[in-house]
């Protein structure tokens, strides 16, 4: 099927990463249930995804899941095979690792997970859908990054390979909006304040988040399909706090 054909016999399908819990989770049903979206649902968790699928059966929407540790060296190559050609809409790479620890306990092969996952996985995948993603409209990559890599916010201890790992997300979106603006694709970062999420309290026990995963995920479903008319090679900012 050529890019033209694509283009005009389907809206296309939306990928999200990290999709069986929390943001990623609420992203895919606000895109299946609010906008009638084509979802490709991608995670590790096979159990979480299945159940995922079924709470999305009621439509206007669709669900594929594909259960993929996106650590593995193929990763890229079989999400390729998976889309198999599809038009893609739209790429939400929610997918991250957290790594708290103190200074002194950084550990040389979590720190390689934690890069593969959160920084090297969305450029790889990204790279590997380039002819899905290219056309007109515009293919949207959304990269889910944190306040805590967001230049000159505020930095908390522990932290410090997760939010360097974020801010390396920051800046590929906008040095791929750059790589990719001939080719019909734009690329932002939303950098997300608290969230009430599992992963949010396993670094801020105790913290109450004010905005829930819920809230989150419809307006980055929305933004997934709309954002890339206003916006390309931006790092938005959407937080009412940090910790």
């Known amino acids: 099927m050529s890019m033209n054909d694509r283009m005009t016999s389907t809206p296309g399908i939306v990928i999200v990463t990290g999709a069986a819990r929390g943001i990623g989770r609420a992203i895919v049903l606000s895109l299946v249930r609010e906008h009638g979206c084509t979802v490709l649902a991608v995670s590790r968790n096979e159990m979480a995804l299945a159940a995922l699928r079924e709470e999305c059966s009621g439509g206007p929407g669709s669900l594929q899941v594909f259960v993929q540790d996106l650590g593995a060296l193929d990763a890229a190559q079989r999400l390729q095979a998976i889309v198999g050609g599809r038009r893609v809409r739209a790429m939400v790479h929610n997918a991250g ?3 708290h620890r103190p200074m ?10 934690l890069y ?19 056309g007109d409209p515009p293919g949207h990559v959304v990269h889910i990054g944190s306040m805590g890599g967001f230049q000159d916010s505020a930095k908390f201890p522990g932290l410090v390979a997760y939010s360097s790992s974020k801010a390396a997300l920051a800046c590929m979106a906008q040095c791929l909006a750059e790589e990719f603006k001939e080719v019909g694709i734009r690329c932002n970062c939303l950098a997300l304040g608290a969230v009430n999420t599992e992963m949010l309290r396993a670094a801020f026990p105790g913290y109450l988040a004010p905005v829930t995963a819920e809230d989150m995920g419809a307006y980055v479903a929305t933004f997934a399909l709309e954002g890339h008319k206003l916006f390309n090679g931006k790092v938005l900012p959407l937080a009412l706090s940090t910790p």
Request: charged residues 15%; proline residues 3%; glycine residues 4%.
């Open 116 to 134: 593969t996952v959160n920084v090297l996985a969305p450029l790889e995948l990204t790279q590997a859908l380039v002819s899905e993603l290219s």
């Open 104 to 113: 002194g306990e950084h550990a040389r092969h979590e720190l390689l997970h």
């Open 97 to 99: 690792v957290l790594h």
